[in-house]
């Protein structure tokens, strides 16, 4: 038996929001196909999910509106409603609303046509949809209206309705590097742990890596270093969450020493294990960890 799947049918007023939506339902994981010709709507509908599909399913979005290829409100209604019975499967419907002002007001900003006013004022477009897409907005499971709404906070409205459990965390990767061979190009955050004292003047811990027993307790042995990380972890702590409510899909942070091996590396162990306590799922790295050893990129030994 095939498994059930979540189908969701965006359509509403052209300029109410669609394309917000569908880009944000692709960011939480959704396959999305706008303006599909509706000859084409029970092929889709048949196909299997994606070859990439996580444990081979994958929600789907249909965008429809009135610039789909033979579009019917009545029509699209009676197919889903026929297609439901068919296959024992449901499709919800989110349809987007939105006050006539409004919708004038972001035409005349935007400088575009309505899809039903090409050479008449959009006033006259915005009526004859309301009235053209009623069949959809009565059978409508969710109704949004996105008069008072910024494009982020539509966006983070279905982000928080319709992200699955594994799509709505981003992606977090930690990673420790060495400043003397250049900062990570793609580090969101970027934490210097230059401050605590280094392993690298030490002769019996210099072959080492943070990776090591000794090496992770001699750099813990700075005063400033549990003070200092334990801060560190709590503000990432604090900011992940943020990340993920404005939907940022990738968190990458980066924790550098001057040659990448001792400081950092232990560092980013520590805060990765710190991380998974707190429920989170990072991956840990280290990108300098088998260079070896120069005297003159760490620089002259710290005197105390």
Request: charge should be neutral; charged fraction near 25%; hydrophobic fraction near 40%.
């Amino acid at each position: 038996m095939k498994a059930s799947r979540d189908i969701l049918l965006v359509t509403g007023l052209s300029g109410a929001g669609k394309s917000t939506v569908l880009k944000t339902l692709e960011d939480i994981g959704w396959e999305v196909v706008d303006n599909l010709p509706l000859m084409l709507l029970d092929r889709l509908l048949d196909a299997p999910p994606p070859a990439a599909a996580v444990g081979g399913s994958q929600p789907l979005a249909l965008g429809l509106g009135s610039r789909t290829r033979d579009f019917d409100p009545g029509a699209v209604a009676t197919r889903l409603t026929a297609w439901q019975q068919a296959h024992d499967e449901a499709i919800a419907t989110l349809f987007l609303d939105c006050a006539g002002s409004e919708l004038e007001r972001r035409y005349a900003e935007t400088r575009r046509r309505h899809p039903l006013a090409v050479d008449r004022p959009a006033s006259d477009g915005i009526a004859r949809e309301r009235g053209f897409l009623r069949p959809l907005r009565d059978v409508a499971d969710q109704l949004v209206d996105t008069t008072s709404m910024s494009a982020n906070e539509l966006a983070a409205l279905i982000r928080t309705s319709f992200a699955r459990n594994d799509a709505a965390e981003p992606v977090l990767s930690l990673s420790s590097f060495g400043f003397a061979r250049g900062l990570p190009r793609d580090a969101d955050l970027v934490f210097d742990m230059r401050f605590l004292r280094n392993p690298h003047w030490v002769p019996a811990l210099k072959p080492g890596t943070g990776l090591d027993p000794e090496v992770a307790a001699y750099v813990a042995a700075d005063p400033a270093y549990e003070p200092a990380v334990s801060r560190i972890e709590e503000l990432l702590a604090l900011l992940i969450p943020r990340y993920r409510a404005e939907g940022k899909a990738y968190v990458s942070v980066a924790i550098g020493c001057t040659g990448g091996r001792h400081r950092s590396v232990h560092v980013a162990e520590r805060i990765g294990s710190f991380l998974r306590a707190r429920g989170f799922s990072p991956t840990v790295s280290h990108r300098d960890l088998r260079a070896t050893p120069q005297d003159p990129l760490e620089g002259p030994p710290a005197t105390s």
